[in-house]
């Protein structure tokens, strides 16, 4: 079992920025990647980006040149940091650890970007 723990999250105006947290804890060996989903109202589940542990990420277009995926070994942790956020950003966010058999999600955090 692994457990995740996301912060960061809350109300941002249109150009701000934020840093997602996600603290990954228990059976953390069997972890090859993690990654970052959000959800908008309405909208499906879509991938924003991932980091594998050999450290090759993988970022969805609409996010490229504004976010960073990054990963603290040592604290178990990936962190996405969000620059330049826009109201089509507004969702919520889940982090996820991925195994070759099970993926694990968080309870996800809210980003709520004002125009």
């Known amino acids: 079992q692994v457990q995740l723990v996301e912060s960061g999250g809350g109300l941002v105006q249109d150009g701000g920025s934020l840093r997602l947290s996600c603290a990954a804890s228990?059976?953390?060996?069997?972890?090859?990647?993690m990654g970052w989903y959000r959800q908008a109202p309405g909208k499906q589940r879509e991938l924003v980006a991932h980091i594998k542990t050999d450290g090759n990420t993988n970022y969805a277009d609409s996010v490229k040149g504004r976010f960073t995926i990054s990963r603290d070994n040592a604290e178990n942790t990936v962190y996405l940091q969000m620059n330049n956020l826009k109201a089509k950003d507004t969702a919520i966010y889940y982090c996820?650890?991925?195994?070759?058999?099970?993926?694990?999600w968080g309870q996800g955090t809210q980003v709520t970007v004002s125009t």
């Open positions: 996820t650890a991925a195994r070759f058999d099970y993926d694990y």
């Open positions: 228990g059976s953390i060996f069997s972890i090859i990647a």
